[in-house]
């Protein structure tokens, strides 16, 4: 193993992806890189280093990575020996830097580990989304400025401590080699060592001419050495960022400077230059712009500093003691939970980022783009133009804003949260308050659907059935809102246990009913009776074993079918009332029983899919079918989160935006 193993939501478990290098298949002899995707939990518990025996099938490898193969692995690993002296010594510092953290809240504790050592195995993926939209994701990783801000420092005791010239370099050398071997001595790691010293060299000596040719050699040398990182994104963005510090940082700095406090404008040439530099490749990645990310690095570079020196002092410390170690860790955590506070209300706001075209055509618009911006800044008369139109952009759309429905629409019942390819729903039970059934594969967005609402409360959580699609969201439920209590199927395997911890859960008993306000929940399937699902039943088995209910309100009514296959649906028809909206069974998948749809007389169906999925749903099959139903579709991969309202007529659907 070349990498820490990393839990990425997969369809109905967890998928583990491993970077390693195989050394020897059957009757050879190897020595090539290969991406490992695995699903059994003890993989997550290895080292970078240590050797191992799997089993499982080869298949080419796709994208830009030069790996010699992708392995889909059959089971547990079979560990052969120990990791590295050096990989357990890394190891055995980042554990005691969590253990210090530990006391620190639930954010915090993720995030410390991250902006010091790169372990960002505690981190709540749906804060992770918010830092990416504030554009702050740099400090979730080890970078060179990570780096910058550790030699400074050690530079700084080597002067109080009055070494001179010639001993303080090899200890901040030795800081070097020991900060690599605790973010373990990776590719990435070690790029960020060589920009980091770099940027440091520049920014200490004042010397950019130099810079720019050392930054040069270094690309090169590393790119000889490693020839896989001229494909690499992550190492590109690393380069432009210590370019933009290099050679536009020093120049807006002084220009800044002239009307500016001189620290505030060294942060902003600083944010602003290493932005720039980097939004090209970044807009061919993601397909946005970030519009706020300047002002929230700007915002979150005081806090920066203080938390990466004392999590790497509280990380030197723990080993040795760890009640000191959790003292330290105390106000680093204060400087952490500002800039979380940051990365939250940056993702917040309104067009915190913008969308783009993507690949090598949104670049190319964008450089468009920054060049007008520039012909723009230069001319007096062009700024006015620019300046007059912007204002009636904004005048045109604050009156949009003023006169047009906001969302959501006063007096929903229902909304259908877009979370891609997966099921989140909430049920309106009062102000504030909403049942919500199924959380999406990740926290991220329905948490982001829930803050729309303006949900605070979760009295009843129903997880139909325990497919990652449609529970691995449950932290983004749980985020900042008063969980009561959670419904599971009867027939589960358990996987919920872990999303779940800590609130109390009972099965789901067909023919029982919730009154919640004016809701109420009749359930209808599945039984309790039959064997419990086991993590070796078939996609179907788990989907025939979702939770199905029935959703009554004054004027409304809704059938919340799961994913409950053709089998199950038809088995369920004769106890089918009639429903004003039908939420899909599965995506709208292929697998659908007639009787079944059109027992639910439903005016409106709702498909909960995502954008351009791998799975081909909705099913064109499905959608003739509804079609011929006369009901009303309508697709969150097409429309955003979907709303249900009462009218004086019946019911009406009003999405988020227009298809």
Not at 88 to 113: F, I, K, T, W
Not at 177 to 195: C, G, K, N
Not at 529 to 546: F, M, Q
Request: charged share 15%; glycine share 8%.
């Amino acid at each position: 193993m070349t990498s820490d193993p990393q839990a990425k939501p997969g369809d109905g478990r967890r998928t583990i992806i491993i970077r390693a290098r195989v050394e020897a298949v059957p009757r050879a002899k190897v020595r090539v890189p290969a991406l490992l995707i695995a699903s059994d939990d003890r993989w997550l518990h290895l080292v970078p280093s240590q050797r191992v025996r799997l089993h499982g099938r080869f298949v080419s490898p796709r994208g830009t990575d030069l790996l010699a193969a992708v392995v889909i692995v059959r089971g547990p690993p079979a560990v052969l020996g120990p990791p590295s002296t050096i990989q357990r010594a890394a190891e055995h510092v980042r554990a005691r830097l969590r253990a210090a953290s530990s006391r620190l809240p639930p954010d915090q504790r993720g995030v410390l580990p991250g902006m010091v050592v790169g372990d960002t195995s505690l981190l709540d993926p749906a804060l992770a989304d918010d830092f990416r939209a504030a554009g702050l994701t740099h400090l979730l990783v080890v970078s060179g400025a990570n780096l910058a801000i550790v030699i400074g420092a050690v530079l700084g005791l080597c002067r109080l401590a009055g070494l001179g010239r010639r001993r303080a370099p090899p200890v901040a050398v030795f800081a070097v080699l020991a900060f690599i071997v605790v973010a373990r001595p990776e590719p990435s790691v070690l790029r960020a060592a060589v920009m980091g010293l770099i940027g440091m060299l520049a920014l200490f000596t004042g010397r950019q001419r130099q810079g720019v040719p050392a930054l040069a050699a270094a690309v090169l040398l590393l790119v000889l050495i490693d020839p896989g990182l001229a494909r690499s994104y992550g190492f590109a963005l690393s380069v432009l960022a210590t370019a933009g510090l290099l050679v536009l940082a020093p120049p807006w700095r002084e220009r800044l400077a002239r009307r500016l406090p001189g620290p505030l404008a060294d942060a902003l040439a600083v944010a602003a230059a290493a932005q720039l530099a980097v939004a090209p490749v970044l807009v061919m990645l993601s397909g946005e712009v970030g519009v706020v990310s300047v002002f929230a690095n700007l915002l979150a570079a005081p806090a920066v500093a203080p938390a990466t020196l004392l999590g790497a002092l509280a990380a030197a410390t723990a080993p040795l003691s760890l009640p000191l170690a959790q003292l330290i860790v105390w106000p680093a955590g204060l400087a952490v939970g500002w800039i979380i506070r940051v990365a939250r209300t940056a993702a917040a706001l309104p067009y915190a980022t913008i969308p783009w075209t993507t690949g090598g055509l949104g670049a190319a618009t964008l450089l468009l783009s920054a060049g007008v911006a520039v012909l723009i800044l230069r001319s007096r008369r062009l700024r006015l133009i620019a300046a007059a139109a912007m204002t009636g952009i904004l005048i045109a759309v604050l009156v949009q804003r003023v006169t047009a429905p906001g969302w959501p629409p006063p007096g929903w019942q229902m909304v259908a949260c877009d979370v891609g390819q997966g099921d989140a729903l909430a049920l309106s039970t009062g102000p504030g308050q909403a049942v919500v059934v199924d959380t999406g594969p990740d926290p991220a967005s329905v948490d982001r659907c829930l803050r729309r609402l303006h949900i605070t409360d979760v009295p009843l959580l129903i997880l139909t059935h325990p497919h990652a699609d449609h529970i691995n969201g449950t932290s983004g439920v749980r985020r900042d809102r008063a969980v009561h209590t959670i419904l599971t199927t009867p027939r589960t395997s358990g996987r919920e246990a872990r999303l779940t911890h800590g609130l109390p859960t009972q099965p789901a008993q067909a023919g029982q009913q919730w009154h919640i306000g004016d809701l109420t929940l009749s359930i209808l399937a599945p039984s309790a009776v039959g064997p419990s699902l086991s993590p070796e039943d078939d996609g179907t088995t788990i989907n025939n074993a979702s939770v199905v209910l029935v959703a009554r309100k004054p004027g409304f009514s809704a059938l919340l079918a799961g994913d409950i296959e053709a089998e199950a649906q038809r088995a369920l028809e004769p106890a089918v009332p009639p429903v004003h909206v039908l939420k899909v069974p599965h995506h709208g998948s292929r697998s659908q029983d007639h009787r079944f749809l059109a027992a639910t007389h439903a005016a409106v169906s709702l498909i909960s899919v995502g954008e351009h999925n791998d799975y081909g749903h909705p099913s064109p099959t499905t959608l003739r079918l509804l079609h011929n139903l006369h009901t009303r579709i309508h697709r969150t991969d097409k429309e955003g989160d979907i709303a249900i309202i009462r009218t004086r007529t019946g019911i009406a659907t009003v999405p988020s935006h227009t298809p």
